[in-house]
């Protein structure tokens, strides 16, 4: 069956660096976009980065651009989020998703990302 785990999450300072992992099971990974979302406490979750796993379509949000990287490794079936320049406004919990085409969307339980002094 399809499994997304995240890990990496944590509490940070701000001004510092996460990466979140994204490791994979069940469908073929190089087949299907990979993304990150993010929901705070009170807001609705909401799109962080994607890419298509042959590297040929990123797309971040506004907030994420110039500070968030998506990468993936496909041997590993991971997708990453390296995320620099951390804002206390970036505290949420990062979810993982995989989707091919217009089919389901599969996600992850989240890991929780803190940025606070």
């Known amino acids: 069956q399809v499994q997304l785990v995240e890990s990496g999450g944590g509490l940070v300072q701000p001004g510092g660096s996460l990466r979140l992992s994204c490791s994979t099971s069940?469908?073929?990974?190089?087949?299907?976009?990979m993304s990150w979302y993010r929901q705070a406490p009170g807001k609705e979750r909401e799109f962080v980065a994607s890419?298509?796993?042959?590297?040929?379509?990123?797309n971040y949000s506004n907030s994420a651009k110039g500070r968030f990287t998506i990468t993936a490794d496909n041997a590993k079936n991971t997708v990453y989020l390296q995320m620099n320049n951390l804002e206390p406004e970036d505290t949420a919990v990062y979810y993982c998703?995989?989707?091919?085409?217009?089919?389901?969307?599969?996600w992850g339980q989240g890991t929780q990302v803190t940025v606070s002094a």
């Open positions: 998703s995989a989707r091919r085409g217009l089919g389901t969307t599969h």
């Open positions: 069940g469908f073929p990974f190089s087949s299907y976009a």
């Open positions: 890419m298509t796993t042959d590297g040929g379509l990123l």
